[in-house]
């Protein structure tokens, strides 16, 4: 599933194209993917100007001039390209289920193998409100998420550490393939009890948790399978993993002679150093 530098990229392609363009043409090709799509989905969008693109944890939000906020997630499948105008643009793909053409000419379409996104309305004034995002903690690159913060959740829990950044109570947008490259650049063994971490790790936790996610949104994230940038290029940030998918490797620690080694946590895939993760 994309994590939060992937979203983060799609969301940054998607601005240039969408921010202060008017819809001329909105088309759903499906009624529902995860979940229906809004009955007055295409009545909604169409004509309307789009007026700003953020992001909040995995999903984008869409804000438009009437109030109307569209909130998109990828899920596990879930690609978004755009077509420039005066370029080929090409004809409907089996899994093309959204396409948004603007008066300009630009064409983006949302293409769903497995339909495990979605697209839900909301509007400006009750977004941070909406079930999907009214329990999201702070975002993992925002200020709110400080040594304090994160120290405090915790002191409260006894879960594997890994579990606990995997919360998005706790923080907004980490995903498994993320928390994998901090906890070993910080030398936090995944399974160490949230309780037992102590501040001065924290201390150094947050700041390398903001390293890996910003490199990765730099290398327009990482492509393992069905994830690709809308300009249809693929993300390189997994050329750079030092932990994700590296079992049986030797780890890349300086002076390390030990060899990743992988667990399970929660049905997903979790990828450590014994020697250098404590």
């Known amino acids: 599933m994309p994590e939060l530098p992937e979203v983060e990229t799609v969301m940054r392609g998607l601005k240039p194209v969408l921010e202060g363009a008017r819809l001329d043409t909105v088309r759903a090709y499906v009624p529902k993917l995860r979940v229906d799509l809004p009955k007055d989905f295409e009545k909604r969008l ?26 998109l997630h990828l899920g596990m499948s879930g690609r978004v390209s755009i077509h420039g105008a005066g370029t080929d643009q090409p004809e409907r793909a089996k ?3 959204v396409t948004l053409r603007t008066e300009q000419g630009d064409l983006v379409i949302y293409n769903d ?30 200020n709110a998420f400080n040594t304090d913060h ?6 409260k829990r006894k879960s594997p550490i890994k579990s606990t950044l995997l919360d998005q109570k706790v923080v907004a947008g980490l995903g498994n393939i993320y928390v994998c490259e901090a906890l070993w650049r910080a030398g936090i063994h995944p399974a160490r009890r949230s309780d037992h971490v102590t501040r001065q790790e924290v201390e150094i936790l947050v700041p390398l948790i903001r390293d890996v996610l910003n490199e990765a949104i730099a290398a327009g994230g990482s492509t393992l ?3 690709a940038q809308v300009s249809g290029e693929l993300g390189y940030f997994q ?21 990743m080694e992988r667990i399970v946590q929660s049905n997903r ?7 250098c993760q404590t």
């Open 46 to 71: 169409n004509g309307n100007r789009v007026t700003q693109l953020s992001r909040r944890s995995k999903y984008i939000l869409i804000e438009c001039e009437d109030g109307l906020v569209a909130i």
């Open 95 to 97: 899994h093309d289920h």
């Open 113 to 142: 193998t497995r339909r495990f996104g979605l697209i839900v309305f909301s509007d400006q004034a009750s977004v941070q409100d909406h079930p999907l995002i009214k329990d999201i903690g702070p975002e993992a690159l925002g």
């Open 150 to 155: 994160l120290w405090t959740a915790l002191q």
């Open 225 to 227: 399978k069905d994830y």
């Open 239 to 259: 050329h750079s993993f030092k932990a994700y998918g590296r079992e049986g490797e030797p780890c890349l620690g300086d002076g390390c002679q030990a060899r």
């Open 269 to 275: 895939s979790t990828f450590f150093c014994p020697s």
